[in-house]
């Protein structure tokens, strides 16, 4: 079973590490959110590895059934350009900007990681729905009504944004 | 290299690319899907680092459930802001929405 396990993480890590590449290097807008849908899936991948079977769940019925569509409306609701979005190359230093960020961040983090390495218990632990229920329902109950005032005010802000008023009215 | 590490590599590449994209798109869109990419990495580090050490597990869970909550919301926004910018501008490409440029 350990081995199984460790086969799946690099399974998940390389679809993780392919789609974010696709998600973030394709041309057309399209074909990166097939990257971004992978990238996803992989993650859901990784949270069944860390035994949270709901978090799993949760991820996929939130990013790729929600996140995901809303993006492709906003893929379809502006002019999609035909040869891609991306088409056009950007400027040199752009490029070697966008190269410098990436490098100096993931040197320090990853140093961080590699050099600091925390005590762990090795095995996963589980924790029941009914827990994040219980737990969501008592002392974390302030956070979860905040939450969903924070959804309702974007859902209201969004329609207010994008309201057409009609001509002649 | 313990677990814990392995999966934190695994979120640092999420955050990497995303932040690559983020600084290198130039269309909106594309800048969105980097950013989710970026909110995905958060979480699985969250998860990971409560489910892997002594800590409160549920807490770290539900800490990733808010993260959920709060991209949606902002994915939610931003399709909003796209629609009115590409109505406006009539594109969402970065180089033409610079009215403030100087």
């Known amino acids: 079973m350990e081995e199984m396990a460790k086969v799946a993480f690099g399974l998940y890590a390389l679809i993780i590490l392919g789609g974010s590449l696709l998600a973030v290097g394709a041309k057309s807008l399209v074909r990166a959110m097939v990257g971004l849908i992978a990238t996803l899936l992989g993650v859901a991948g990784m949270y069944m590895l860390l035994n949270s079977v ?28 035909p040869e891609g979005e991306e088409a056009e190359s950007s400027p040199l230093y752009q490029n070697v900007l966008a190269l410098l960020a990436v490098l100096v961040t993931g040197g320090v983090l990853s140093w961080l990681v590699l050099t600091r390495p925390l005590a762990t218990t090795g095995v996963p632990v589980e924790v029941t729905i009914e827990k994040l229920g219980l737990g969501l329902l008592g002392p974390y109950g302030l956070a979860f009504e905040l939450i969903s005032v924070v959804l309702l005010i974007s859902m209201a802000g969004a329609v207010l944004l994008a309201w057409e008023r009609r001509n002649g009215k | 290299m313990s677990p814990l590490t392995m999966y934190q590599l695994v979120a640092l590449i999420l955050l990497l ?38 800590a409160n597990a549920m807490l770290g869970q539900l800490g990733a459930l808010f993260v959920m909550g709060l991209a949606a919301a902002e994915a939610t926004l931003v399709l909003a802001i796209i629609v009115v910018i590409a109505r406006r501008f009539g594109s969402t490409k970065t180089s033409v929405v610079s009215t403030l440029k100087g």
């Open chain 1, 54 to 81: 709901f978090m799993a769940l949760m991820q996929i019925l939130i990013y790729v059934g929600a996140v995901c569509v809303l993006i492709f409306f906003a893929i379809m609701l502006t002019k999609a350009d």
């Open chain 2, 17 to 54: 690319a995303g932040l690559f994209g983020i600084t290198q798109r130039k269309t909106l869109v594309g800048m969105l899907i980097s950013v989710e990419l970026m909110l995905n990495g958060a979480g699985l580090s969250i998860v990971a680092a409560a489910q892997l050490t002594p």
